[in-house]
């Protein structure tokens, strides 16, 4: 089992949990119903008022940043022209693109989100070095068609042959790269462990509150 993982999501959990009985409390008393020994205390009140929301922020971001991929990925350009005769066309939504450094080729570095030809999302950090035409084209927020080494999915290169509007294949962009589908995919996914441990941890942080 996992530990480190399985235990940032039991802290979502449980700081979910926790949550979501305030919001019982406020909803239904108009107040957030605390320990009696905070009450004497204001400096007291406020913590235990918002650490659970800390708690559930900070374990949030720590399995997002978890999930970042480990290295940035230099493609140099015999493999990007390699891939772009030989590897599977999918597109790809620029999160993030360095400003290209000036010159006949442009270094870009690239934070991608992939949708596989499944229909899997995945996000890649990759280094690109390309003609300044093509460098502009990677602003955020655009989707861009990429070939993908099938045998090492996260190494992607731009598909400078062919042209972005035919490369959609009828895909509707906003809805293939939407945070819903993000989420779905990722509860999806989700292990059997951390399941049990995002579950057990909203179940102990009601009965904390509540009880």
């Not at 959609?168 to 996914?189: E, K, T, V, Y």
Request: glycine residues 10%; contains cysteine.
């Amino acid at each position: 089992m996992p530990v480190g993982r399985t235990a940032l999501w039991w802290c979502l959990g449980l700081g979910l949990g926790m949550v979501v009985g305030e919001l019982f409390h406020l909803l239904r008393h108009g107040q957030i119903m605390l320990p009696t020994a905070a009450t004497g205390s204001p400096l007291l009140t406020h913590v235990l008022t918002l650490w659970p929301w800390g708690l559930a922020a900070a374990a949030g971001a720590l399995l997002l940043v978890g999930m970042r991929p480990v290295t940035r990925i230099e493609v140099d350009r015999k493999t990007a022209a390699h891939l772009c005769r030989t590897g599977t066309s999918v597109i790809a939504k620029v999160l993030r693109a360095s400003t290209p450094r000036p010159g006949p080729r442009a270094a870009v570095d690239a934070s991608l989100l992939l949708r596989s030809p499944a229909g899997v999302i995945y996000s890649s950090d990759v280094h690109w070095t390309l003609d300044p035409v093509d460098a502009g084209r990677l602003r955020s927020g655009t989707v861009v068609p990429v070939r993908i080494d099938p045998r090492a999915p996260h190494v992607a290169a731009l598909d400078t042959l062919a042209d972005s509007r035919a490369r959609l294949d009828g895909i509707d962009a906003d809805a293939a790269f939407s945070a819903r589908r993000r989420a779905a995919q990722l509860a999806h996914r989700l292990r059997g462990w951390s399941r049990i441990a995002v579950l057990t941890g909203i179940a102990a942080g009601l009965l904390i509150v509540l009880v």
